[in-house]
């Protein structure tokens, strides 16, 4: 079965500052997705970045970027630059073969001023 | 703004009661999900629709239905109503291609079973 694992259930940090939050997932497929959704205290689902599995090179989109690690599983979302509109609950999420969203449990990240 | 619509937006009624939610999917998209979302919960998936025909089932109650219309837009039906029933409940959509399969959040429905 794929499985999506959030290690970290809550996080913070200092505005400004560098904040990574970790992922790891299993399955058996070659070619997948992954994604990072932000869900803020507003709790709109938003979508951040997308990483695909065949791509060797990181996504990136402004501050947030991932570090994915294809052997390992592991598909981290990095946060440069920390702004207090960042704090909300962060859900990693694989896509199977039926194109379901596998979540993880979320983290909770907050930005402290 | 992900171009998805969903009403209403806030939702007060009695256990036992029957609800409808509504969702309107981003143009072009032709499958639509639904979750639910307990407090400080994750996200639990009911259902999906492919252009109009159910495609996947997740952890759907017996008590709730969806359809989705040619119109490419979506009900859920939530009946005979009990307090567990509260949550927050999504509609997301997608293109559903191989090049990936993004989903697009609504603002939710919030729903307050009393």
């Known amino acids: 079965a794929q499985t999506v694992t959030q290690s970290q259930p809550e996080m913070s940090v200092q505005e400004a500052e560098t904040v990574t939050l970790s992922c790891t997932y299993d399955?058996?497929?070659?070619?997948?997705?992954l994604f990072w959704y932000k869900q803020p205290p507003s709790r709109q689902m938003i979508l951040v970045i997308r990483?695909?599995?065949?791509k060797q090179q990181n996504a990136t989109e402004n501050r947030f970027s991932v570090n994915f690690q294809k052997a390992a599983k592991s598909f981290s979302l990095k946060i440069s630059d920390s702004q207090l509109g960042d704090t909300a609950m962060y859900f990693c999420a694989l896509v199977d073969s039926n194109y379901q969203l596998i979540w993880g449990a979320g983290t909770k990240l907050i930005i402290k001023p | 703004d992900s171009g998805v619509t969903q009403t209403p937006k806030h939702l007060i009624t009695a256990t036992g009661q029957r609800v409808t939610l509504r969702c309107s999917p981003r143009?072009?998209?032709?499958?639509v999900y639904w979750y639910q979302q307990s407090l400080d919960q994750g996200l639990q998936f009911l259902i999906q629709y492919y252009n109009g025909e159910e495609r996947a089932k997740g952890n759907i109650l017996e008590r709730f239905s969806a359809q989705q219309f040619p119109d490419l837009h979506s009900e859920l039906n939530l009946s005979s109503l009990e307090l567990g029933d509260s949550a927050l409940y999504f509609c997301?959509?997608?293109?559903?291609?191989?090049?990936?399969?993004?989903?697009?959040f609504g603002p939710g429905t919030r729903l307050t079973v009393t």
């Open positions: 399955t058996s497929e070659n070619n997948y997705y």
């Open positions: 143009s072009g998209d032709l499958s």
């Open positions: 990483q695909e599995a065949y």
């Open positions: 997301a959509s997608s293109p559903l291609t191989r090049s990936g399969n993004e989903q697009y």
